[in-house]
């Protein structure tokens, strides 16, 4: 069987590196390139843990790409309380590959090329802002229709935000990008939505189990980890109200949706966009309900999702 062609674009924070683990991991996925944006952490740190997953998971062939630093208004947001200020926990490697492996060809021109050359064949996996991608439906206005999927995690479906009262991080990051790739795309979109993440919270028995394998990658995984896990076991500010009673790795749940389609039994399928204007809503993702925007490409929206599916291919990411 064919093995699914994909391409990663993320801000490589600790989610993103268990998503990734758990892509390289699938034995019916081929990665055809990784392009890096800002988000979690500056772009630098971005393109140098991309790097050092693939080291561990010694999968250094696949091309990584220095995307975007910034949103396209030229402001940034960073999650250090959460992921460290280095992206991966502060927890750093001397032996890491260093920026000199980045390939030289620019993110966006990068993702233009592969989607040409793969037309109809590739899926999209976008788990941080959207700023990459849409440059590269604005550099070329066909790059949309030559994705087979995109996969998104990001937005949010109940105006439940986690870095503004009404906005999930990766739209709050960049609303003017989501605003255009939300619009403007014309091939099948499915989105893992914060409020979806949420929803799945896995058990921190699993969690522990998880990270005590014995390999280099689940020691790995430990590492960068633990300074993620003591935030979110935190009791300062509620935690427990903010992020649910378990472990979260909300990216996860896009790659795992890319890799395995029966992972999510149910979806919601509307038009949606994203609020630009809104004092108190900027960033926010609308959900068209009553069909006012009239959108031909309505979005798939995760809402129920097989857990024990992703929790296997969790596990098997770090064996």
Known sequence: MAKKLMLLDLDCGVDDAQAMMMALAASNVQILGITCTHGNTRI??????????LKVCQRTEIPVFRGAGTSLLGYQLN?????????????????APGLELIQAEHAVNAMIRIATEHAGEVSLVAVGPLTNVALASKMDPTFPAKLRH??????????????????EFNFAADPEAAYIVL???????YIATWEYCLRQALPWEFFKEWVNQGTEKACFMKKITAHTEKFSKGKQGDREMYFG???LSCDSFA????????????????????????????????????????????AFIMTKCDVEKVKQLMMSALK
């Open 245 to 247: 009673p378990g472990f």
């Open 44 to 53: 630098e740190n971005v393109c140098k843990n991309v790097l050092r997953v």
């Open 150 to 167: 995109l996969y998104i995690m990001g937005g949010n479906m109940e105006s439940r935000g986690n870095v503004t009262m009404c906005s």
């Open 255 to 298: 790659v795992a949706a890319a890799i395995d389609e029966s992972v999510v039994t149910e979806y919601i399928r509307y038009g949606v966009s994203v609020e630009l204007q809104g004092s108190v809503t900027r960033g926010m993702m609308i959900v068209d309900t009553l069909n006012i925007l009239k959108k031909e490409n309505q």
């Open 183 to 189: 619009n403007h795309f014309a091939c099948p979109m």
């Open 79 to 95: 999650a250090d309380h959460y992921h460290g200020k280095d992206g991966l926990g502060d927890v750093p490697d001397s032996s």
